[in-house]
């Protein structure tokens, strides 16, 4: 986990460099569409901060109080840049507002394009590492912080190519135009960015895929039982907790209902890191007739 949080670290010097050239770029032109592109980057040191100590939180062993671990602090932090990005969105609909009211003027436009799109650039690059990174430890901090800068990705190129329309025909009234449309991206990226993390916070279940992968494995490890029911998933943060009840022949012996549990769990953690299974094992009385199929 810590080279996770290295790449957490990262975003934070890069998002400062991104800061410097999308301002400046802004700055140079006064353009109300280089204003929201500079504004949405402007929250990114936060959202980066506060990924990288969520990263360290969630990492934090079960104790007392979280006798579950810390992990859900991932969720948390996600739920927050996703209110920084819906809030970032607002303040983009009310200078884009200003300036159409007043009037877009647009100064030293070449230099400024060029700024931003050598920022673009970085960002895109950075983003496409934070989902990677992000998919493969299986982090929502690190998949949201990717999320956003890909996003930013999306309306910089947008706005890019609107502005050199609106220099190339003299329409400078599309600035404040492209300015409203990229909050409105911001805002839906924003809601998404909730809305998956909320999930995560109710205690939602893996993807359909994963829940049967793991049917799959308990189906095939688990000879010498008779049944699988009340399976149940949830995620954590980077981790995964299973239950379910494993019905096996009332004559069986602690012993040997035992190894059916270790052999199931043995095949489970050899494809899935950070899942935590707990197994009932209950006599054939109990079983209900359906649920996972033992093969």
């Known amino acids: 986990m810590q080279q996770y949080r290295g790449v957490a670290a990262g975003s934070i010097a890069i998002s400062f460099l991104v800061i410097a050239g999308k301002g400046a770029a802004w700055w140079h032109t006064g353009g109300a569409a280089l204003f929201s592109d500079a504004l949405e980057s402007l929250i990114h040191p936060a959202t980066a901060l506060l990924t990288y100590a969520a990263l360290w939180f ?8 979280h006798p579950f671990g810390h992990g859900k602090a991932e969720f948390f932090a996600a739920v927050f840049e996703g209110g920084m990005i819906i809030a970032a969105a607002l303040v983009i609909f009310q200078h884009a507002w200003q300036v159409w009211r007043q009037g877009a003027v647009l100064a030293d436009p070449a230099l400024g394009l060029a700024l931003n799109g050598a920022t673009t650039l970085l960002n895109a690059v950075w983003g496409i590492v934070l989902l990677r990174v992000g998919r493969r430890a299986r982090s929502p ?66 993807s359909p ?16 039982a008779l049944e699988v029911h009340d399976l149940r998933t949830r995620n954590a943060g980077q981790t995964t907790f299973l239950q379910f009840h494993l019905v096996v022949p009332g004559e069986m012996t602690v012993e040997d209902a035992h190894a059916i549990c270790d052999r199931i769990e043995a095949a489970l953690h050899h494809e899935m890191t950070g899942l935590v299974a707990t197994i009932h094992v209950e006599p054939e009385s109990k079983a209900k007739h359906h649920g996972v199929v033992v093969v």
């Open 58 to 65: 969630a990492v934090r062993p079960a104790d007392a109080n």
């Open 209 to 224: 895929a994963i829940v049967a992968r793991i049917k799959t494995l308990v189906a095939e490890h688990a000879a010498g």
């Open 141 to 206: 901090a690190l998949s949201a912080d990717g999320a956003h800068l890909l996003s930013d990705v999306a309306t910089s190129f947008g706005l890019l190519l609107g502005l050199i329309l609106a220099v190339e025909t003299g329409a400078l009234w599309l600035d404040p135009l492209l300015a409203a449309a990229t909050a409105i991206y911001v805002l839906i990226v924003g809601f998404f960015v909730i809305r998956a993390s909320v999930d995560g916070l109710m205690d939602a279940a893996p």
